[in-house]
């Protein structure tokens, strides 16, 4: 059979060389977000989603585009994947004027109307109880979407989750509920914080069917998210997916992740990326060629590139504009308005 | 570390250290000088908190009275409680200013609320350290000034040590004290050093300082603003302008007493704080001095802090933070009325 008719899991080659791409990409995004957060061109906290792609590219692939995504902070694939330019995500980083929020949000805050992308919360758990809000509107509306609600195993300790998953259940709300379990909030390990060794009991309570998924197989991702859907657009209520994954880095850039050993994040990187993973699987089907790992690799990169010189080029947002927006009218935030000090000789 | 830090009677031991050690060897003497004191919060066990503040004590102390908790601040809080009804003295933390809000409601309305509400048959020691403020280059929920939510609630005492000296003789006292206390730590000094000599006396939980004397006007300051409002004396010096700054320490109860005595003196006063202007600590401060000093004020207090916008990106925060020059703009503006 010729490589160009290939399929697997139901997917042309075209769509799982774009979710090759997309995965590259993401990582890409990630590693240069790193550099240049060590030049000091990007300020604050910076999350790297790096290890954990096959979670966003695989569950993105099933959505719709109009469907909701509402997340915590290492989200900037997220936005890369619901369709924000990613040269207004690496400004955003960048804290720059061009970014996709003015830079006013920053590498936690992604955010996009057009693409429904409610976006990232720098508060643990917060957008699990959002995500019952926007869920309960959609109902209102009788709408054919889902809101899908992105977070990690540590917000799983946080009253908002249980608080969540128990109004979405009572009220049949079409959210999907995914924790992307990577082992660890912060130093805390999974096994330390929980009391249960998945969510499964946890679903059983609130009603909510779950699924257990490998988070480094983007088709597996893929799979669980479009069951997942189905069910929830169907006024079926909520579903509750938890991927088994893993961070390659760092909590954030300041993590030296001191709390886990090498050895444990070198067994990880070195049979179980999702990446290397997706690329032998699809070589082995004989839908992909060196050839085409390499095409990517260098379109990445270029894009990548041309991501951070648009940063770079680009302004600040300037002093004043930080007065707007705060109320709609823009009168409270005048109120004490700070001139900055003329200096001294 | 904290073991050479052996506070054998008599003996004094001088070292220089920064503000977060000095937080660590207050932490690391209350263990050891108090069973009843236990230390939790959000990986301050092995990890040692975000700021290493807690670094070193489970190791030490083990994981009985040094623990981490699960990424739950109700319930960080709520155990401080529950842990004080039963006569410990609890030291939880917070990870950052933002992080204490899902906390809120059980240190408004129960912490704060428990004596009162018992008629004074349950009191409620313990202490609750949040990391504050912001000039760290982080953003918003990392960086806020929080103080207006706590110093507004009945019950609750807030401190805030602005050297490393008074970091240890704050925490000391108020890890002793009957009452819930709010110990904020301003981040942005988590690294600033000086001289210590140990044992140190707990300092009063209710009295400002008086950090730099001077004759020409007050400047009131705390926690990170305090070093901002000395460099801005130490240049108004220079040409010719001597400051007094006030370091409050205490945010709640606030030593009127102190800073009416102060700008009795100099007639002049300036509050300087990184919380926004509306409704800070310096509209309260600024009320005060007024009724009270009506007659001796040479012009109205003023106040520089931030303005009311959320906080904003760290690319610009540097623009909106006080500094010595808004500062001695403010000191100009009395000078000048
Ligand atoms: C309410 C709140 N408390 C604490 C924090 C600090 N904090 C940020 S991320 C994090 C760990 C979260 O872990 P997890 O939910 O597993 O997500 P992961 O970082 O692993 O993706 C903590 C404790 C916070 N951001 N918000
Ligand atoms: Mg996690």
């Known amino acids: ?345 | 570390m904290a073991k050479t830090m052996e506070t054998t009677t008599g003996a004094t031991n001088v070292s220089t250290v920064t503000m977060g050690k000095a937080l660590n060897l207050a932490l690391h003497d209350a263990l050891q000088n108090d069973s009843r004191v236990l230390i939790f919060g959000e990986d301050v066990g092995k990890l040692g908190g975000v700021f290493r503040v807690t670094d070193g004590l489970q190791d030490e102390f083990g994981a009985e009275r040094v623990f981490d908790t699960p990424l739950a601040e109700a319930t960080i809080a709520a155990t401080a409680l529950g842990l004080a009804m039963k006569g410990f003295r609890p030291v939880a933390e917070m990870q950052f200013d933002a992080f204490s809000y899902p906390s809120f409601q059980q240190v408004t309305s129960n912490i704060a609320k428990y004596h009162t509400r018992t008629g004074g048959a349950c009191n409620m020691q313990l202490v609750i350290r949040i990391p504050y403020g912001g000039n760290i280059g982080a953003i918003e929920q990392h960086s806020e000034s929080p103080e207006t939510y706590y110093i507004h609630t009945a019950g609750l005492k807030v401190v805030t040590p602005s050297t490393p000296a008074d970091a240890y003789a704050l925490l000391t006292a108020a890890i002793a004290d009957p009452d819930p206390v709010i110990f904020l730590e301003p981040k942005s000094r988590y690294w600033m050093r000086q001289e210590i000599a140990l044992p140190m006396p707990p300092a009063a939980l209710d009295k400002a300082r008086i950090a730099r004397e001077g004759s020409d006007a007050t400047v009131i300051a705390y926690g990170p603003t305090v070093q901002t409002a000395l460099a801005a004396a130490e240049q108004a010096a220079a040409e010719g302008t001597s400051l007094e700054v006030i370091d409050l320490r205490s945010l709640s109860p606030l030593d009127m007493e102190t800073i009416s005595a102060s700008v009795r003196k100099t007639r002049r006063a300036v509050v300087v704080h990184e919380a926004p202007v509306f409704m800070g600590l310096g509209a309260e401060i600024a009320a005060r001095v007024m009724h009270d000093l009506f007659d001796v004020l040479a012009a109205p207090v003023e106040r520089i802090g931030n303005a009311t916008i959320p906080y904003p990106p760290a690319r610009v925060e540097k623009l909106f933070l006080p500094d010595a020059d808004r500062i001695l703009e403010a000191v100009d503006r009395t000078r000048e009325y």
Request: proline share 4%; charged share 25%; net charge negative.
């Open chain 1, 1 to 345: 059979m010729a490589v160009r008719e290939a399929t697997l899991a139901g997917l042309s080659r075209e769509q799982l060389l774009n979710m090759h791409y997309q995965m590259v990409l993401l990582r890409r995004f990630e590693e240069k977000a790193a550099e240049e957060y060590t030049l000091g061109k990007i300020g604050g906290f910076l999350h790297l989603y790096i290890g954990q792609e096959a979670n966003g590219v695989g569950m993105f692939s099933a959505l719709h585009p109009d469907d909701y995504v509402l997340s915590a902070y290492r989200e900037h694939g997220y936005a890369i994947l619901k369709g924000i330019d990613p040269h207004a995500v690496m400004a955003e980083l960048f804290g720059k004027a061009t970014g996709s929020s003015k830079g006013k949000g920053g590498s936690m805050h992604m955010y996009s109307n057009e693409h429904h992308l409610i976006g990232g919360q720098a508060i643990v758990g917060a957008q699990l109880v959002m995500g019952a809000g926007v869920g309960l509107a959609i109902q209102y509306q009788g709408e054919h979407r889902i809101a899908l609600v992105l977070f990690g195993d540590g917000a799983v300790d946080e009253g908002a989750f249980h608080e969540a998953l128990n109004l979405a259940s009572i009220w049949k709300l079409p959210v999907v509920f995914v924790c992307e379990n990577n082992q660890y909030s912060m130093g805390m390990a999974v096994t330390k914080a929980w009391a249960v060794s998945s969510l499964e009991p946890r679903a059983a309570a609130y009603n909510i069917p779950y699924r257990k998924v490998d988070g480094m197989d983007a088709l597996a991702m893929r799979e669980a998210m479009r069951e997942a859907r189905e069910h929830a657009v169907n006024g079926n209520g909520p579903f509750l997916i938890e991927s088994l994954t893993y961070r390659f880095r760092g909590h954030s850039m300041a993590d030296p992740a001191y709390y886990r050993t090498r050895e444990e994040e070198q067994m990880w990187k070195a049979t179980r990326d999702p990446i290397a993973l997706f690329e032998e699987k699809l070589k082995a089907a004989g839908i992909m060629r060196d050839e085409d790992i390499q095409a990517t690799n260098e379109k990445v990169d270029a894009l990548v590139e041309d991501c951070v010189r648009f940063a770079d080029d680009s302004p600040f947002p300037d002093p004043d504009s930080l007065y707007t927006e705060v109320t709609l009218d823009g009168a409270g935030a005048i109120a004490w308005r700070n001139k900055p000090s003329t200096p001294r000789e």
